[in-house]
């Protein structure tokens, strides 16, 4: 059992250049969400999906953009890569009923030159 | 929106020792859940809490729910090394039925001495 499945594991951008996040879930769960994690930040929502076909902002949204394909999948995408992207990008997903117990991916590192 | 502030930002301590950190919130959560992040890992849900005052243990790990219904602490007994990684306490926001996100703190960084 996979449970989230985040690819690539690092990536390296210079500014400017676009890139696609891939994740996707095996556990049939509805909700999807996208999180960034920075030094003495914590987690932060980018974008989430509670269901498959919707897309909703989180908390700092600007310069991605997500796309729920089907139930297993949603990719987040930087149209245009800024040094301030530099990041560890996490996948989650839950079901409902899961009592708030989230399944996060191991996550993505991108760096932004 | 609702923020949630933990305490300490991090620990240095020997194996053996008992550790104990916190977390607080501006505004009330009904539900409080306690994550541990692996170095080069994603998050895993270590104990949820549902119930204002409840006590709940997992292995050498005890969490409360504050009475309050804004703050929960956890502690972790005699640690050993493998208990390195970074804690965060995390409430749900809901969205309308059954759909609700996630509000994490910025979490604790512990380091365990062998």
């Known amino acids: 059992n996979a449970g989230v499945t985040q690819t690539p594991k690092f990536q390296v951008l210079k500014t400017g250049q676009s890139m696609t996040l891939q994740c996707a879930q095996d556990?049939?769960?509805?909700?999807m969400y996208w999180y960034r994690q920075d030094p003495g930040m914590g987690l932060r929502l980018i974008y989430y999906?509670?269901?498959?076909?919707?897309?909703d902002k989180g908390e700092v949204p600007n310069g991605y953009n997500v796309s729920r394909l089907n139930k297993r999948e949603f990719s987040l995408r930087l149209e245009s890569a800024a040094p301030s992207q530099t990041s560890v990008y996490f996948c989650?997903?839950?079901?409902?009923?899961?009592?708030?117990?989230?399944?996060f991916g191991s996550g993505t590192r991108l760096t932004v030159v | 929106g609702q923020q949630l502030n933990q305490s300490p930002q991090s620990m240095f301590i020997q194996e053996g020792e008992d550790v104990s950190m916190n977390c607080t919130s501006s505004?009330?959560?009904?539900?409080w859940l306690w994550y541990k992040q692996d170095p080069g890992e994603g998050p895993v849900l270590l104990i949820a809490?549902?119930?204002?005052?409840e006590l709940t243990s997992n292995g050498r790990l005890t969490a409360q729910f504050g009475i309050t219904r804004k703050d929960s602490f956890l502690n972790i007994s005699a640690s050993i090394p493998s208990d390195v990684g970074i804690y965060f306490c995390?409430?749900?926001?809901?969205?309308?039925?059954?759909?609700?996100?996630?509000?994490f703190g910025k979490g604790t960084l512990l380091t365990v001495n062998p």
């Open positions: 995390a409430g749900p926001n809901q969205m309308g039925g059954s759909n609700y996100k996630l509000t």
């Open positions: 989650a997903s839950t079901g409902t009923g899961d009592n708030y117990g989230y399944t």
């Open positions: 505004s009330i959560f009904n539900t």
């Open positions: 809490l549902y119930k204002a005052g």
């Open positions: 556990m049939n769960h509805n909700s």
């Open positions: 999906s509670a269901s498959e076909g919707t897309t």
